[in-house]
């Protein structure tokens, strides 16, 4: 039993805690032994219209007022407060998600890097001047164009990178001179208050992040469709996302939703190091990756070869407590996800599929399972498994490969392995996704690039310099000479 001492949370709004009746509170379950590891006060559609209310004020009367130089310091003072206290988030990762300690010290780092990188930015945000006199009658006048803050931002969050992904939302946005209403997953709030927490102490003014915490049926419309939110930021399901912009009319969108991402190992591809990098890149948080390797297609050349070297190198991951520092695979974040996977595999099965290993659950406990002699229209291919699930596909051609590749509503990041630079970009080229790597798993995040996919995959880039630029207006102010 992992033994804890029950954290008490609330939502925030205007920097001061709600409170509720009995009726309004929620228990925060570990995933991994079903122990409660927090209480939290729900908000309701009032709050909800508090707190944007409060960032709406805070906005005018701040955020938008405060010089870059400021913001900046705000956010590295941020950075260095997570940074001190990282086995604490660690720790509260590993209890409220099921994420094994040590890829949450990992997470923990990234979110660090993001405010960094945040920082460095606020004191980037420039125009510039257009040439007017490129045009009849436009001499004697100086154009100039200006960023400007939009304003307030709604965050709704994910359960699988509750805080590093609530930062790829809150540090761009303060970087620019926004506030922001925060709504994180209803199964890890812990963190996201922590956070909260740690941003008033760095000095971000009273009003500029407020926190909700509820339920998506009671709060979830009004952070959508409330007129003075200008931008809604979403991480999840696809949907989720299709319904939310919708409902969000002419307000800015970026939507971060599903995939199910291919990686093409060739016959001169390493492939010692595919085997290896996709252990981590398909079974990393239990498959709970929206870029998660999900399908590997190797050529015929290599298949056998690969098959065998990555089955190997998967029967040898540890699973089990989170919160043990060997452990290389937690829980899925519910036992109703966990069984819905199991169905998948046991209907693939069914239908023709082989196991190559894994496929037994247990709980929450779902083992890393490769599965060979599918087919394209197997969930395990065309949707996304979100969990510990991958099916590795022989092919022939480069042709034929990213035709399969491409064969998804979905289209994320891809991995390439190959030591055929021509190849590579051809490769490169012909894939539908917002990114590709090569010779890297699709897994592999860094959070200073543009981050963002295409069909279903959503709309709009994370990653900090590329984020900002959709969460400011452009004015153009003309000056006419004497």
């Not at 939009?150 to 946005?173: D, M, R, Y």
Request: overall charge negative; proline content about 4%; aromatic content about 6%.
């Amino acid at each position: 039993m992992i033994n804890v001492e029950l954290m008490k949370v609330t939502s925030l709004v205007d920097g001061k805690a709600i409170t509720q009746t009995e009726e309004k509170t929620m228990e925060v379950i570990s995933p991994f032994n079903k122990e409660v590891v927090g209480k939290v006060n729900l908000a309701s559609q009032e709050d909800a219209e508090r707190a944007i209310e409060s960032a709406h004020r805070a906005f005018h009367e701040t955020m938008k007022k405060m010089p870059a130089y400021r913001r900046a310091d705000i956010l590295r003072k941020t950075a260095d407060l997570l940074e001190e206290r990282t086995e604490e988030f660690a720790r509260i990762l590993g209890l409220e998600a099921g994420k094994p300690i040590r890829d949450g010290r990992g997470e923990v780092g990234r979110a660090v890097q993001v405010l960094r990188f945040a920082a460095d930015e606020a004191k980037k945000i420039e125009g510039e001047l257009v040439p007017m006199d490129a045009a009849v009658g436009g001499e004697n006048r100086i154009g100039m164009v200006r960023r400007h803050p939009i304003g307030v931002l709604s965050a709704i969050t994910p359960f699988n990178f509750p805080l590093n992904l609530a930062l790829h939302k809150l540090a761009p946005a303060f970087a620019a001179g926004n506030t922001v209403v925060l709504k994180p997953a209803s199964k890890t709030p812990l963190s996201a208050y922590m956070l909260v927490n740690l941003f008033e102490e760095a000095g971000l003014p009273e009003g500029a992040l407020n926190l909700v915490i509820g339920n998506g049926s009671e709060v979830g419309d009004i952070l959508v469709t409330d007129s003075r939110i200008s931008k809604v930021t979403f991480t999840g399901s696809p949907s989720v996302g299709i319904d939310l912009r919708k409902k969000a009319g002419l307000k800015k969108v970026t939507l971060e939703l599903g995939s199910n991402s291919p990686n093409i190992i060739f016959n001169d591809g390493d492939v010692n190091a595919a085997a290896a990098g996709l252990v981590r890149g398909a079974f990393a948080f239990s498959g709970q990756v929206c870029i998660s390797a999900q399908r590997i297609y190797v050529q015929k050349g290599v298949y056998q070869d690969f098959l065998n070297q990555y089955v190997s190198l998967v029967e040898k991951l540890v699973i089990g407590n989170p919160m043990e520092e060997n452990t290389d695979i937690g829980p899925m974040i519910s036992e109703k996800e966990a069984i819905r996977a199991h169905d998948w595999i046991t209907e693939a099965v069914k239908a023709g599929a082989r196991l190559a290993t894994g496929g037994n659950r247990e709980g929450t406990l779902l083992e890393p399972t490769v599965l060979v002699d599918v087919t394209r229209d197997m969930k395990v291919v065309c949707e996304e498994t979100f969990a510990p699930i991958v099916s590795v596909i022989p092919f022939d051609t480069e042709e034929e490969v990213i035709g399969m590749a491409n064969d998804s509503v979905f289209g994320l990041q891809a991995g390439v392995f190959t030591s055929d630079i021509n190849r590579a970009m051809r490769v490169a080229d012909g894939l539908e996704t917002g990114g590709v790597w090569i010779n890297e798993t699709s897994t592999y995040r860094q959070d200073n690039y543009p981050y963002g996919g295409v069909k279903l995959s959503g709309v709009g880039k994370e990653g900090v310099k590329y984020a900002i630029e959709d969460m400011t207006e452009i004015k153009f102010v003309g000056i006419k000479l004497g």
